[in-house]
């Protein structure tokens, strides 16, 4: 037995070799890739690739405060914009699982101060968590920017109840909306009977070890955050709370939250630890209405999620983010138990940038299937 197992002792160390050059050549690319593209005393970003359980790399780079210089870490709290529909979608479906609502609830149940009492009555909730209402974004930013510097959910979701007319029937089409999950956040807030906030901290946040993430609920702190920055011609402006109107509606875009943590929200997901396995599978799977109309454009949305396919035909779940100089991406490959994440204080083509990683972890065998 003792030469059989000395037999063998070679190839093991041969495959922890293998193992360990993989990873150290994707990580000096993937490193080298960023250092060159983000100074080090300019806002930047943080990026984190997490293979099954184990974090393949997590990384930041340039600063989260131009005033203090501050290095933005894997621990640093991003605005994550879009990605927070994630959030509300999934408070929504826990709602949902204790029976306090359901996804074919229409809006009149919620909302019977609607203009048009027939228009929400039509308009479901599950036509809100996938961009098929056919409501109209009709808020008067441009017209009144003053008022949606401060203006929360609520004035942000007030406009679509005046609404007359739809721009398409629910469930035809695919229109993007913010309001939509402006309204959505107040409907948790009605059925949970505690602050929509509140309610995702205690039941999505704290089980998943998010300590440190948090939801915007008018102006956030000036200290323990990243602030965004757009570069005009050789200045960078700041842009975040108090200079980009809408910000504070916070149902479409309110979560804060780090690379780190964002790595725990996918764990939570994967391990079922705040909704059950059946109400994710179905929240990632494409919503098909049965009136479509669109040629053009099929159906690509879940509860919230947008499901699409990399170059070789695996799906791909995910949501990217773009609020103020915020911009977010969260993409994840399930069958490969793959989570790629960007979260940057900066305007940058974060869809290009799942495109690099994806075809490095491609290209450094980390595809299985």
């Not at 089409?173 to 948790?188: K, M």
């Amino acid at each position: 037995m003792k030469n059989i197992s000395l037999l063998f002792l070679p190839l093991l160390l041969i495959g922890c070799s293998s193992e360990e050059k993989r990873h150290s050549n994707f990580t000096t690319k993937l490193d080298s890739l960023y250092t060159r593209t983000f100074p080090a005393n300019e806002p930047g970003a943080a990026i984190l690739v997490l293979k099954g359980n184990s974090i393949l790399f997590a990384k930041g780079y340039g600063v989260a405060d131009i005033n203090t210089k501050e290095p933005i870490s894997s621990k640093t709290l991003f605005n994550i914009g879009s990605i927070s529909k994630t959030f509300v979608s999934n408070a929504i479906l826990l709602l949902q699982e204790q029976g306090k609502l359901s996804v074919e609830d229409s809006l009149y149940k919620f909302f019977p101060e609607f203009k048009n009492e027939e228009i929400a009555k039509k308009v479901k909730i599950k036509h809100l968590l996938s961009h098929t209402s056919g409501l109209p974004d009709n808020r008067q930013v441009s017209i009144d920017t003053v008022f949606y510097l401060t203006a929360k959910d609520a004035e942000n979701w007030l406009p679509v109840t005046r609404t007359g007319t739809l721009v398409f029937e629910p469930g035809s089409q695919f229109e993007y909306s913010n309001p939509g999950f402006n309204g959505l956040a107040l409907i948790i807030e009605q059925v949970s009977g505690m602050k929509w906030q509140k309610f995702i901290e205690e039941n999505i946040l704290k089980p998943s070890g998010m300590n440190t993430s948090t939801i915007t609920d008018g102006p956030h702190p000036e200290k323990g955050v990243a602030h965004a920055y757009n570069k005009i011609q050789t200045q960078w402006i700041e842009d975040d709370y108090g200079e980009e109107p809408t910000f504070p509606a916070s149902g479409n875009g309110g979560v804060w939250s780090s690379i780190e943590e964002l790595a725990k929200y996918e764990q939570a997901i994967r391990g079922s630890l705040f909704l059950k396995s059946k109400t994710i599978e179905q929240s990632k799977t494409i919503f098909q209405p049965v009136n479509w109309k669109s040629i053009t454009t099929p159906p690509a949305v879940g509860w919230s999620w947008f499901i699409g396919q990399t170059r070789d035909s695996l799906k791909t779940v995910g949501h990217t983010g773009s609020q103020g100089g915020f911009v977010a991406n969260y993409v994840t490959v399930p069958d490969e138990q793959i989570l790629f994440v960007i979260l940057c204080n900066t305007p940058r083509d974060i869809e290009a940038d799942a495109t690099t990683i994806l075809e490095l972890l491609r290209k450094e065998n980390y595809f299985e299937k």
